[in-house]
């Protein structure tokens, strides 16, 4: 398996941004498609962005769209997640994973996951 590195989390106002970074490890990155994933408080783990391997298709959760844009740079074998406007509802563990399969919202097919950098957003 692949191995996840995240960073990027902290502390921002709302209407703010930040850019969370997913670096792997162990394995052909190129052969992975990649998501990110978000657990607020009390809450399940949700769905946020996926990108297939090559960067070509990508696929939002309807609450980010237009806000959020997933991409990766196959060569630096990092995933990037850049979250604009953002509001306290986008407070949240952010995990990134790894699947050897096509990119999915189905949290199941991913085999690989990160450690989950908080991001907290004030009001």
């Known amino acids: 398996q692949v191995q996840l590195v995240e960073s990027g989390g902290g502390l921002v106002q709302a209407g703010g941004s930040l850019r969370l970074s997913c670096v792997a490890s162990?394995?052909?990155?190129?052969?992975?498609?990649m998501a990110w994933f978000r657990q607020a408080p009390g809450k399940e783990r949700e769905f946020v962005a996926a990108?297939?391997?090559?960067?070509?298709?990508?696929t939002y959760a309807d609450s980010v769209k237009g806000r959020f844009t997933i991409s990766r740079d196959n060569a630096k074998e990092t995933v990037y997640l850049q979250m604009n406007s953002l509001n306290p509802v986008a407070t949240a563990n952010y995990y990134c994973?790894?699947?050897?399969?096509?990119?999915?919202?189905?949290?199941?097919?991913?085999?690989?996951w990160g450690q989950g950098p908080q991001v907290t957003v004030s009001s």
């Open positions: 990108i297939s391997w090559g960067g070509s298709t990508t």
């Open positions: 994973a790894a699947t050897p399969s096509g990119p999915t919202a189905q949290a199941s097919v991913y085999q690989s």
């Open positions: 162990g394995r052909t990155f190129i052969s992975y498609s």
